[in-house]
């Protein structure tokens, strides 16, 4: 056991510990920081959610009034991808100031980050209400971890004020992200033989016109900050034999969606749009996020981050985060994406986040949960309760 709170050996010690989704393998990295955080006075709790599949909740329980801190943070990784790394991926090695390994950005330098800032600023936080830590597995398949832990532990954000989400933002907080509707488009026809087509009905060609109509499809819905929703048919197959009628076929289909785009009412109007030729069932189904860059938490923490990245204005990531699984539809509290990692690093060969950047993020956090416990003392409290209220 590493009693280390040494960001980049915890970091190191992270990557060692493969945790590659698909196919989804969490509970070494999770037992593993289940007895790491148990031994410096965190309450833990592992949830299974299927065979090696695991997230972890850890508290640090404060003994004083107010809401508590959240910090969201995903344990597995995407795969290793087909070409050829030049490092161990699995050795976390250092070169030249970058730490490699996969998972280096994305995102276990964003957890060892917020779970060293935490470590450090317990006695502080005894004051306070204290901190959880969600950290989920399944997030690069859509968020399979996060939405098992809204489900077993539905009380998962009681008493939470705000939520920190670690993803990689080279320490730049982001104050949310588009949605993401993931469908799968399944055309039946009849089989029958390619010299005689009037006989059969071809699945191909349904799928063809469905697409054709997604495409004519007006995405209309456009966001300040994260531009237009927009829609990507990723893969497409279909028949067996070049001289068969198909009688089958299917296609995938990735919508991002901005705030005030419903999925289920964009559902039914795909569903209306494609009618009989195509049946279309959901896979990855993530609302956007969205916190006002107004709300005056997230004031705080633009103030708190400027120190260290320069003057702020409001920006979104590209890419979808638990944070829109595991803030309440009713958004009762603000959400931001913060964490060190490179954003450009994420899913690649040779991924690295830099050293500098991983212990800029511990300083950053520390900062984020030194105004928190500041904004808990009796005499903040009125100004935290307005802040943790952006409906
Ligand atoms: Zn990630």
Not at 135 to 151: I, N, Q, S
Not at 158 to 182: D, F, S
Not at 355 to 363: K, T
Request: net charge negative; glycine share 10%.
């Amino acid at each position: 056991m590493t009693d280390t709170t040494d960001v980049v050996e915890l970091t190191r010690q992270l990557i060692r510990i493969r945790s590659i989704n698909p196919p989804g393998d969490e509970e070494e990295c999770a037992r593993w920081l289940a007895a790491y955080l148990d031994s410096l006075g965190f309450v833990t709790n592992l949830m299974s959610f299927g065979q090696g599949r695991f997230n972890l909740v850890a508290d640090y329980i404060g003994k004083g009034g107010g809401k508590v801190l959240a910090f969201s943070g995903h344990l597995d990784t995407v795969p290793l991808g087909s070409a050829a790394w030049t490092v161990d991926p699995f050795a976390a090695e250092i070169r030249d100031g970058r730490l490699y390994g996969r998972g280096a950005t994305d995102m276990k330098s964003g957890i060892a980050a917020f779970l060293v800032a935490c470590i450090e600023s317990r006695d502080a936080l005894l004051g306070t209400a204290g901190v959880r830590l969600l950290l989920t597995g399944g997030e690069e398949t859509g968020c399979d971890g996060a939405r098992a832990l809204t489900k077993s532990s539905p009380d998962y954000h009681e008493g939470v004020g705000a939520l920190i989400v670690g993803e990689p933002t080279r320490n730049y907080p982001c104050v949310g992200h588009k949605g993401a509707l993931w469908l799968k488009g399944s055309a039946v026809g009849v089989s029958a033989h390619g010299a005689m087509p009037e006989a059969g009905v071809n699945a191909i060609y349904k799928v063809m016109d469905a697409i054709d109509r997604l495409r004519a499809f007006d995405l209309i819905h456009r966001h300040p900050l994260m531009g237009a929703a927009s829609m990507n048919v990723g893969t497409i197959q279909g028949g067996l034999n070049v001289n068969s009628v198909p009688d089958q076929a299917t296609f995938e289909v990735d919508f991002r969606t901005v705030p005030g785009m419903e999925h289920q009412g964009l559902r039914a109007d795909l569903a209306a749009l494609l009618g009989d030729r195509v049946e279309l069932a959901p896979f990855v189904d993530v609302p956007p996020l969205e916190t006002s860059a107004s709300d005056p938490w997230i004031q705080r923490v633009f103030h708190c981050c400027a120190r260290f990245v320069g003057a702020i204005e409001p920006k979104v990531v590209p890419y979808f985060t638990d944070g829109s699984v595991l803030a309440p539809r009713s958004r009762e509290f603000p959400v931001v994406v913060l964490g060190p990692g490179e954003p450009d690093m994420m899913h690649k060969t040779d991924e690295y986040c830099r050293v500098d950047r991983l212990l800029e993020g511990v300083e950053v956090y520390k900062s984020l949960l030194s105004d928190w416990v500041s904004q808990s003392c009796p005499a903040g409290n009125a100004s935290v309760e307005e802040g943790a209220v952006a409906k």
